[in-house]
């Protein structure tokens, strides 16, 4: 019995060649759960057979858990694969959507063969999985293909075990399966086939938007070389200066204007295919100052699907490939949904047949101490599981409300879904409940308990509150935690950093700067940031002046450093307590230093502030410099009083200090405080969490001090650091608790 992911990558037909090879008898068939075979023969050809099955699997597949037993001979006549069997709970592996292989490439752009720039063409090493599945075992009919017939040609492959092909769910060619049309901004047909691929890169080239329909739903292309187009794309779009993703016509076009390291180029070329950020060159600035604002990096990707290449292969140059929504919206699925939700974005939209059972957005990785870090997990790589070191009850995870995630754990797994977003539209929730129904969907399990932040208004936490289901709350810095831990196979204690804009804490005020002492089941508030008033509540994230004027009113310092015509209702806010409640965010202080300094008095979008803060420092940050500071210990707290750091930064901001000196002081005093603390609580394993770890100098040089000093510190690779790995944490806390429990209530 094999569970992993092994389906849909060919590797029953491997094991029916290994086997057939080997003059082995038995069988192979897929399950709910993974693979079972069944093999009989001499004993050294079984021997040989259970060495090769794990040492030359096919390349996508992943073995999870391997189990052999020995049984009594059947006299099987040969070795067939068989139906698949649905006979129990259903946990095994749904692989993610993969990139086109180069066997399906080659094929695409060979005039000689039969799927000469069919935009279709896949195989069992790539092509749409989690995208077309409706539900477990991954066969065609329990697909989006199931209403696409195979023709002859692709039936005789389907059913070939040495075909590589072979129970390939969305085979197809260009005479039995989907096909693109280019549509009008009202809709009508313009043209199909590959006449509209044609065209498509004719409406791109005149400096026009084409909605792309994609695998996991619609993109908005405009060609990245013209800086009108783009223009009009942030004007359509209401996105003034979020940076924006570019799709490459092939490696070669990334590296003319972007660095690319070994490691880089291995993530770009995966079968995840994600969207890398990349350092720019110094001959990117022309385009990437309307593509990517003020930014260091630039995120470059690779086509993924066959679709891409051919439109890329025919364009010779980059575009930019943007989520096919509006700002704060989920991307959409459906062509005539698209229609009305694109309207006055798109001028042409570039369509196909086959349904998209769930959005799956573009995933955004980079390197993190040398390390792949997902900064936000979606195609290529969800719902592949965090795979945990015991069973336990099953949970369903409501995640949080910013950057939300939903996550199912059953057994020692937690599926945790694609990227669904913030959770503040209608179309939104709309996105955020199609992905609770489809995971449900999938792994029909018998749920325990569900889990949910604590914050009562969070859309999430009012979903699973209206459950009848026993439900479980878990603070949000534990779960931020638990999450880095559970992908760490950590079991505590460990102290756990979280550092990021907000969440509510046990005590009901709003944390971000925490120290915890976590297991997987509690934790212990060790440390925190010196609170201040967020003035306005929820408004303060969208203006950064907001935390700064807080700071300098809790050092009784003049406000007018900050500009506003405003200042005063502020002042008056708090000396009164309208709407100023007490935090400990860290992304708030983040957001006042860049107030204080004049780099960014307002958000257009999350976290702008912070970023053009770290971005202040240059491509390579030098030197040791940091602020006075102080740590008080308060009812056995550790606090950081940021009173004398914010009083020497405004002196070298009257002094005229060049604005990335101020930057790297500030960085390196966050630093070395959080390094003392750590040695004055003790523990050895530190777990990095948060969305102020998405600051890579921060991050990094954090990592080495720790190092330094002798910690073993950890950070997120497989989940992001931010909200989107909370549902994990949730899960995980959740199952531990009731462990617990049921463990007492045995004694």
């Not at 752009?109 to 790539?126: E, I």
């Not at 389907?158 to 590589?164: A, K, S």
């Not at 650091?721 to 617990?740: F, R």
Request: aromatic content about 8%.
């Amino acid at each position: 019995q094999i569970q992993g992911a092994v389906q849909g990558v060919g590797f029953r037909p491997f094991v029916y060649r290994l086997a057939t090879e080997l003059g082995l008898g038995g069988f192979v068939s897929n399950t709910n759960q993974g693979v079972v075979i069944e093999v009989e023969g001499e004993r050294q050809e079984l021997e040989s057979f259970l060495k090769r099955l794990k040492k030359e699997t096919p390349v996508q597949a992943l073995i999870q858990e391997f189990t052999s037993l020995v049984g009594r001979v059947h006299g099987y006549k040969g070795f067939e694969i068989r139906p698949s069997q649905d006979n129990s709970e259903k946990i095994a592996f749904v692989l993610p959507d993969l990139a086109t292989c180069p066997d399906c490439l080659k094929e695409i752009f060979d005039p000689f063969n039969r799927r000469y720039l069919y935009p279709f063409t896949n195989c069992t090493c790539c092509g749409p999985r989690y995208s077309i599945l409706e539900q477990l075992p991954y066969d065609r009919p329990n697909t989006s293909m199931k209403s696409f017939v195979m023709c002859p040609r692709c039936e005789r492959e389907y059913d070939d075990p040495h075909d590589r092909r072979f129970h390939a769910q969305p085979n197809a060619c260009g005479q039995c399966g989907p096909h693109v049309e280019l549509w009008d901004a009202k809709g009508s047909l313009v043209t199909l086939h590959h006449q509209a691929i044609e065209e498509a890169v004719g409406v791109i080239k005149k400096g026009q938007i084409l909605a792309f329909k994609g695998i996991g739903g619609f993109q908005l292309l405009v060609d990245a070389f013209n800086g009108d187009a783009v223009e009009l794309l942030r004007q359509r779009k209401h996105r003034e200066e979020k940076p924006f993703a570019l799709m490459f016509p092939s490696l070669e076009s990334i590296k003319e204007v972007c660095e690319v390291s070994i490691k880089e180029e291995k993530l770009l070329t995966s079968p995840a295919s994600p969207i890398v950020l990349l350092n720019k060159k110094g001959n990117a600035r022309a385009m990437a100052q309307v593509v990517s604002p003020d930014n260091p990096y630039l995120g470059g990707m690779l086509p993924y699907s066959s679709l891409h290449h051919i439109l890329m292969r025919q364009l010779h140059s980059p575009v930019v490939a943007t989520s096919g929504n509006l700002s704060d919206e989920p991307i959409c699925i459906d062509e005539y949904e698209a229609l009305h939700r694109l309207r006055g974005i798109a001028d042409f939209f570039l369509v196909h047949n086959r349904p998209i059972v769930r959005h799956v957005d573009d995933s955004i990785a980079w390197l993190m101490k040398g390390e792949s870090s997902i900064l936000r997990r979606a195609r290529g790589f969800a719902p592949l599981p965090i795979v945990l070191d015991q069973e336990g009850p099953s949970v369903l995870a409501y995640g949080g409300h910013l950057k939300n995630t939903v996550a199912l754990k059953i057994k020692d797994r937690v599926f945790v879904s694609q990227h669904i977003g913030d959770l503040q539209t209608k179309e939104s929730f709309k996105a955020y409940a199609h992905t609770l129904n489809s995971l449900k969907n999938i792994y029909p399990s018998p749920l325990d308990f569900l889990a949910c932040d604590l914050h009562h208004d969070y859309i999430s936490s009012q979903q699973a509150l209206a459950s009848s289901q026993d439900l479980i709350q878990v603070q949000h810095h534990h779960a931020h935690i638990v999450s880095c831990m559970a992908e760490h196979h950590l079991q505590g204690p460990v102290l756990g950093l979280c550092w990021d804009g907000t969440g509510l804490g046990s005590d009901g005020t709003i944390w971000g700067g925490e120290f915890l002492i976590c297991t997987l089941k509690d934790f212990k508030r060790v440390g925190h940031i010196r609170p201040f008033r967020l003035i306005g509540g929820n408004l303060a994230i969208r203006e950064p002046r907001r935390s700064a004027i807080s700071l300098l009113k809790e050092l009784s310092l003049e406000t007018d450093i900050i500009q506003g015509y405003d200042l005063k209702i502020m002042s008056q806010m708090i000396d009164k307590g309208i709407n100023c409640p007490l935090t400990t965010s860290m992304g708030r202080l983040f957001d006042a230093v860049a107030a204080l300094t004049g780099l960014c008095y307002r958000n257009n979008f999350e976290a702008q502030a912070a970023m053009k803060l770290e971005f202040a420092l240059g491509a390579r940050p030098y030197g040791k410099g940091s602020y006075p500071w102080e740590i008080a210990v308060i009812e056995g707290k550790y606090i950081f009083n940021w009173e004398s750091m914010i009083k020497l930064l405004l002196k070298d901001i009257k002094k005229k200090i060049h604005v990335r000196k101020i930057s790297l002081k500030f960085h390196n005093t966050l630093i070395e405080m959080a390094v003392e603390i750590a040695r004055r609580v003790g523990h050895a394993q530190v777990a990095l969490s948060g969305g102020c770890f998405q600051n890579k100098y921060l991050t990094e040089t954090l990592i080495e001090r720790l190092v330094q000093e002798g910690f073993d510190p950890f950070w997120h690779q497989q989940i992001p650091p931010h909200d989107g790995g909370i549902s994990l944490g949730q899960a995980v806390v959740a199952a531990n608790v009731m462990l617990q429990k049921e463990s007492q209530i045995c004694v």
